[in-house]
């Protein structure tokens, strides 16, 4: 037979009543709680005869945890008080200290809810601060980030719905933890005030399996989240999104630095860093692509050009979604390059909406709309000889469909 066994909690921490069940029910069918015996969101269980032990928690009169400079335990001097009174202390969880007591003699540790009431209103106090404060910097640190040229929609469109809606609904669960804490708090709160008793005895059976369920829930967004994001920094520093230009099935929608030579063309890199392109369709876009080259070209009146492309191209599933798409391009250039930003004069391309701008290193940038279709391009240009922005710009809005 088992002297030892971990359990997962049926309930959630702040709940009081149905920790306090749980634990004696334990104890009735013959497995105490050990000492420190909550870790990781476990419990371990000794082996004992079985008894009516009555388990307790009390709320911690200031914020408690594992670094706290008292290691997390109540004062010594209310161990010792407790003790004397037939209650021992056994281990924390969350904010509440816990006790038990085998002796059917011993005196309740709280017989007032008034006065219980007043320590909940402390915990709740607390954990509505903390979890305002952490909403508030995570919210904050998401601001700071959009400011300095993040972007969640350019993100979704690359990603897709699929990984949008998932990391969605991990931030929704971890904020509703947050939220049915302090509300459950409250509402024991509010009973202790009007002077009802907490239910010792609750019935915890029927709030475990929607626990579990949410714990399930929440843990697996979390482990699918962070492989999610994994996958996705792996195929940036791996370059497994990208495919040499060679490989591109057919010729992509837009003009690229072939069109603008008509006559000697030559790659001066052939490295996926700086010579590749990748193509994808999600809910968003029925077609993405992204493409970099680097080549010299020569053009009809013998002029030799020698630069880069890069284009982000987006075929969005609706006028409107590319109108958004073309202001957030302009919106995160301007963020990333700062003081490096210039607007620039932009001609008459012949296309719905149009901006030029010198962006990170000075380098000229379009972006056109035309209809559903979005173009982000930079060009770069290295030689003596080079090519006017009204040139290569009208190239690129009348390649678009």
């Not at 009543?17 to 004696?24: A, D, H, M, V």
């Not at 993040?150 to 990984?163: E, I, T």
Request: proline letters at 5%.
């Amino acid at each position: 037979m088992k002297d030892r066994i971990w359990r997962l909690p049926p309930c959630p921490p702040y709940d009081v009543e149905s920790t306090e069940s749980w634990l004696s029910d334990m104890a009735a069918e013959g497995w105490m709680l050990e000492k420190d015996g909550f870790f990781l969101g476990f419990a371990t269980f000794e082996r004992k005869d079985p008894a009516p032990v009555r388990y307790r928690l009390e709320a911690s009169p200031k914020r408690v945890g594992t670094w706290s400079d008292d290691g997390g335990i109540p004062d010594r001097e209310a161990r010792e008080l407790n003790e004397d009174c037939g209650w021992e202390f056994v281990d924390r969880r969350g904010q509440f200290f816990i006790y038990r007591s085998g002796d059917p003699r011993a005196v309740e540790l709280q017989t007032d809810p008034q006065v219980q009431a007043i320590a909940i209103k402390a915990v709740e106090k607390r954990q509505l601060g903390s979890f305002l404060y952490l909403t508030a910097i995570a919210f904050l640190n998401l601001f700071l980030r959009f400011l300095r040229g993040m972007s969640p929609l350019l993100f979704a469109v690359k990603a897709g719905l699929p990984a949008t809606l998932l990391l969605a609904l991990f931030l929704l669960g971890a904020l509703t933890f947050g939220i049915g804490e302090v509300l459950s708090l409250r509402r024991l709160k509010k009973r202790l005030k009007e002077g009802i008793p907490p239910d010792h005895r609750k019935d915890w059976k029927k709030t475990r399996r929607r626990w579990f369920g949410s714990r399930v829930l929440f843990w697996g967004l979390f482990i699918l989240v962070f492989v999610l994001l994994f996958r996705m920094l792996g195929d940036t520093l791996e370059n497994r999104d990208r495919m040499p230009r060679s490989e591109y099935p057919g010729k992509p929608p837009f003009a690229t630095l072939a069109d603008f030579a008509e006559g000697e063309y030559r790659t001066t890199w052939n490295d996926i860093h700086y010579d590749y392109a990748s193509r994808w369709s999600n809910a968003f876009l029925e077609e993405g692509v992204e493409w970099s080259e680097q080549a010299e070209i020569r053009r009809p009146d013998g002029t030799r050009l020698s630069g880069g492309l890069k284009i982000t191209y987006f075929d969005a599933r609706s006028e409107a979604l590319a109108k958004l798409l073309a202001k957030e391009f302009k919106r995160t250039d301007q963020a990333n390059a700062r003081k490096d930003y210039e607007e620039l004069a932009c001609p008459d391309l012949g296309v719905d909406d149009a901006a030029a701008y010198r962006s990170l290193a000075h380098f000229p940038c379009i972006v056109l709309r035309k209809g559903n279709i979005v173009l982000r391009a930079l060009f770069y240009q290295t030689g003596s000889d080079s090519l006017i922005l009204e040139e290569w710009a009208g190239i690129l809005a009348d390649s678009l469909g």
